[in-house]
C-alpha cells in the first residue's frame, strides 16, 4: 500500500479546503468501500481527510415535509428514522435491503452515493479495467457478464452502479447538496452519476474537492404508495441483479402519478422515465403496467450473460405496480 497522510477536518469548508489543497485526496467517511480500495490497490491516493468526524449527521424535516439528510447520516439511522418510515418507507426498505447491520451502522449517506462498482474485474486489479486503468480495455466484456448494465453501456465498461438507497433517492427526486471549491450547489441524484462513455473511470459529475453535505428529499404526493423489490443471488449481504423503487398514486382508478427507478441495470440509478410516461394518467390496471416495463425496456440492450434481466426486470415492473394499485380487476 502506498502510504498516505491523514488530516481530521474541523468543518465542511476545512475538508474542502484540505482536499483541494493536494491533487490526490479524498475523503474518509465511513469507511466501509474506500479502506477496501486501499488494501486491494484501487486507489492509492497522497492524502486520506477524514470527514466522518464533521457534524453533518442530522435528520430534520421542515414544516413543509421536505427531509434534510446530512452527509453523515449512518444508513442504519436513516433506515431506521421515524420520518423516513412514515414518508418515504421505500428508502428505509432500500436501505435495509443493503450490506449488513454492521455495515449500515458505519456506512454514511454521502459514502453510499459515491460508493464504487463491484464489477468483480474492477476489484481484481491483475485484470485490464478501464474504469481502474483508463485504456488499458474491459475485461468484463467477453467475460462474466450476469451483474452488468443492460442501459446505457459503453464499448468501454458495462458496469452498474451498487447502490441500493441511490435507486430510491432517484425515484424520490431528492437533491444532493454540494460544497465545493467554487461555493455551495445542489443537483437533482439523478444527475450525479453519469454514464460511462468514453470515460469511464469517472462515475458522477463531481469536480476535485465536491463535498457532499446531504440531501434533500421533498414531501411525497399525497396518497402515494411506495414500494422497493431487489432481486439478489441469496437473501442477504448481496449487491442487486435487479432492483426497483416505486411510488404510486391512483385515483378512482386513474394514476395520477408514478416514478420508478431501477437499479443493478445501469452505470447509475436508472429513472424509469418512458415506463412512467406511460402510466400516467392511465387506468391503473395489468395491461398499463406491462405497456409501461415494455416501453422502458425496449431501449434495453443486453449481453448474452445478462439477457436474463430484461424479463426479470418487465416482471418485477409489473408485480410491484399491481402491489400499489391494489388492483381488483
Ligand atoms: C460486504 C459488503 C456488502 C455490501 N452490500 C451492499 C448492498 O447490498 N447495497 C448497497 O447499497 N451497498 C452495499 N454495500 C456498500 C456499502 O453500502 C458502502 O460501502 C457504504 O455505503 C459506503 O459508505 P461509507 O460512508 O463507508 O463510504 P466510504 O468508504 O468512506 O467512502 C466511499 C467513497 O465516497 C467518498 N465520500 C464519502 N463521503 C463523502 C462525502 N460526504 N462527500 C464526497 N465524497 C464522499 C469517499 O471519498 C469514497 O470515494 C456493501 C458493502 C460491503 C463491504
Ligand atoms: S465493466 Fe467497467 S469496471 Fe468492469 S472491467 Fe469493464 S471497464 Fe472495468
Given at each position: 500500500m502506498r502510504p498516505f497522510d491523514y488530516e481530521r477536518a474541523t468543518d465542511a469548508a476545512d475538508a474542502v479546503a484540505r482536499a483541494a489543497s493536494r491533487p490526490e485526496a479524498v475523503f474518509l467517511a465511513g469507511g466501509t468501500n474506500l479502506v477496501d480500495h486501499l488494501k486491494l490497490g484501487l486507489v492509492e491516493p497522497e492524502l486520506l481527510v477524514d470527514?466522518?468526524?464533521?457534524?453533518?449527521a442530522a435528520i430534520e424535516q421542515e414544516p413543509d415535509g421536505t427531509l434534510d439528510i446530512g452527509a453523515n447520516v449512518r444508513n442504519a439511522d436513516l433506515a431506521a428514522h421515524p420520518a423516513v418510515r412514515r414518508s418515504h418507507p421505500l428508502l428505509s426498505r432500500a436501505l435495509l435491503s443493503g450490506a449488513s447491520g454492521q455495515l449500515r451502522n458505519l456506512a454514511t449517506t454521502g459514502g453510499n452515493l459515491l460508493q464504487r462498482t463491484r464489477c468483480v474485474y474492477f476489484q481484481d486489479v491483475t485484470t485490464p479495467c478501464n474504469k481502474r486503468s483508463p485504456g488499458s480495455g474491459c475485461s468484463a466484456l467477453g467475460g462474466?457478464?450476469?451483474?452488468?448494465?443492460?442501459?446505457?453501456?459503453?464499448q468501454q465498461c458495462i458496469a452498474v452502479h451498487p447502490s441500493d438507497m441511490a435507486v430510491a433517492l432517484a425515484a424520490l427526486d431528492a437533491q444532493v447538496s454540494l460544497l465545493g471549491p467554487e461555493g455551495v450547489t445542489s443537483m437533482p441524484v439523478t444527475e450525479l452519476h453519469r454514464l460511462?462513455?468514453?470515460?469511464?473511470?469517472?462515475?458522477?459529475v463531481l469536480d476535485r474537492g465536491q463535498l457532499i453535505t446531504g440531501v434533500r428529499i421533498p414531501p411525497p404526493p399525497a396518497g402515494a404508495r411506495h414500494t422497493y423489490r431487489k432481486v439478489r443471488e441469496r437473501s442477504s449481504f448481496a449487491f442487486a441483479l435487479i432492483s426497483l423503487a416505486a411510488e404510486m398514486v391512483v385515483e378512482d382508478g386513474v394514476i395520477a402519478s408514478a416514478r420508478l427507478a431501477l437499479g443493478g441495470v445501469a452505470h447509475k440509478p436508472w429513472r424509469a422515465r418512458r415506463a412512467e410516461e406511460v402510466l400516467h394518467?392511465?387506468?391503473?390496471?395489468t395491461e398499463t403496467f406491462t405497456a409501461a416495463a415494455k416501453a422502458e425496456l425496449e431501449q434495453a440492450r443486453p449481453l448474452e450473460g445478462n439477457a436474463f434481466k430484461v424479463p426479470m426486470a418487465r416482471a418485477m415492473i409489473v408485480a410491484a405496480l399491481k402491489e400499489l394499485a391494489v388492483e381488483t380487476t
Open positions: 470527514i466522518s468526524h464533521l457534524p453533518l462474466h457478464t450476469e451483474q452488468h448494465a443492460i442501459f446505457g453501456a459503453s460511462p462513455g468514453d470515460s469511464p473511470e469517472r462515475d458522477t394518467g392511465a387506468p391503473a390496471i
